[in-house]
């Protein structure tokens, strides 16, 4: 299965991700986590991916499709994968097309989770995120046994940056401006699916595997 997942942040694509690579045994590849992991670890990739993940902004294309490509050629990508961040744009999106075209190994879907604005607010002022494995929980939805304590790994949990009110706004804006055309792009394609991102986790993720059946042989 070769498959991206495309949706507003807060749509619940990470925590659906994480499931979805498990049921298909492939590797989860977000890019958001490989920025935030190069941030914190204050490498090259981090010191420059920074100011524009504070402020809720793209890192530029060049930048990021090359980080894309490279993780594409690792072993355990080779039988299929999943891409929880990329593409952002049509330009990404074309990219991902070309590349994948090289090796005759195209995507199978682009699954979309729809979400509407007020919803996407409240998820996203309420998330944390652990420092250590990424996970992410809500303060009213998906609380933590202890309240900054990660119930998988122990890690502390904060909010992000990105996460604060007026960094939101930002990335709705730069969402309906630059990413949502990457819809339209998917549908040309044939390869659009999409399903409501509002329920409990675990109903959005069985309507995730029944579209994707029943879509992809
Ligand atoms: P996410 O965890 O997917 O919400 O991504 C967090 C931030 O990482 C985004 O707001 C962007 O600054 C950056 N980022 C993640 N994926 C991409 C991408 N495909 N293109 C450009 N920037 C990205």
């Known amino acids: 299965m070769r498959l991206v997942l495309v949706g507003p942040p807060g749509a619940g694509k ?4 994480v499931f979805l690579a498990a049921h298909y045994s ?8 490989i920025f935030r992991a190069n941030i914190k670890n204050e490498t090259e990739l981090g010191k420059l991916a920074k100011s524009y ?9 060049s930048v990021t499709n090359e980080m894309v490509r490279d993780r594409l050629t690792w072993d355990d990508a080779q039988n299929g994968f999943l891409l929880d961040g990329f593409p952002r744009n049509v330009a990404q999106a074309e990219y991902l097309r070309a590349i994948l075209a ?14 509407e604005n007020s919803e996407i607010i409240r998820r996203l002022t309420g998330r944390r995120t652990c420092r250590g494995c990424g996970s992410s929980f809500h303060i009213e ?28 706004a930002n990335r709705l ?3 309906a401006d630059q990413t949502a055309p990457i819809i339209s792009f998917y549908r040309n394609e044939g390869l659009l699916i999409t399903i409501p991102a509002l329920g ?11 579209a994707l059946s029943a879509a992809v042989n």
């Open 173 to 175: 804006s730069v969402y």
């Open 102 to 115: 090289e090796k005759s190994t195209p995507l199978d879907a682009a699954l979309e989770f729809s979400l």
């Open 141 to 168: 939805f998906e609380k933590p046994a202890v309240d900054t304590i990660c119930d998988k790994c122990g890690g502390e949990l904060y909010q992000r940056p990105d996460d604060s009110e007026e960094v939101i």
């Open 14 to 17: 990470g925590t659906q991700a």
């Open 53 to 61: 993940t504070d402020a809720g902004n793209l890192v530029p294309d």
């Open 26 to 33: 492939i590797p989860h590849i977000s890019t958001g986590d």
């Open 200 to 210: 409990e986790v675990s109903e959005i993720s069985t309507r995730a595997i029944a």
